[in-house]
Structures are given as structure tokens and as C-alpha cells.
């Protein structure tokens, strides 16, 4: 429920379109609290799939 109000008050405040972008960089954060937290082990196909999303992330935002 929170999450569902926090993407509302951030439409409002920073539009879609960054909205969005900051959106694909969550399932990365999610890999590494596991890591961290959890002690789950990280997969070479894992490291390098964060660093293209990071990787297009930046270059989506560097573009406008």
C-alpha cells in the first residue's frame, strides 16, 4: 500500500518520465539488499545485467 502512495506523490512532483526511469533501477537495489542482507549469492549474468540497466539508465537521463 505505501509504494502505491509514494509512486502517486512522485507522479505529481517529478512526472512520468523520470518516474519511469527511477522505476528500472529497483530491481537492482533489490539484488543487492539480498545479497547484503540476505547472504544470497550474486551471479555473474546477474552483476553484468545491473550494470547494462544502470548503464541505460544513465543514458536515458543524460539524453534530455
Known amino acids: 500500500l505505501l509504494p502505491s502512495f509514494m509512486i502517486t506523490y512522485a507522479l505529481t512532483h517529478m512526472g512520468a518520465t523520470k518516474v519511469s526511469i527511477i522505476g528500472n533501477i529497483g530491481p537492482i537495489f533489490t539484488i543487492f539488499l539480498s545479497y547484503f542482507v540476505l547472504n544470497e549469492t550474486l551471479t555473474g549474468f546477474q552483476i553484468i545485467g545491473g550494470i547494462i540497466i544502470i548503464m541505460g539508465v544513465f543514458y536515458i ?4
Open 61 to 64: 537521463s543524460k539524453k534530455k
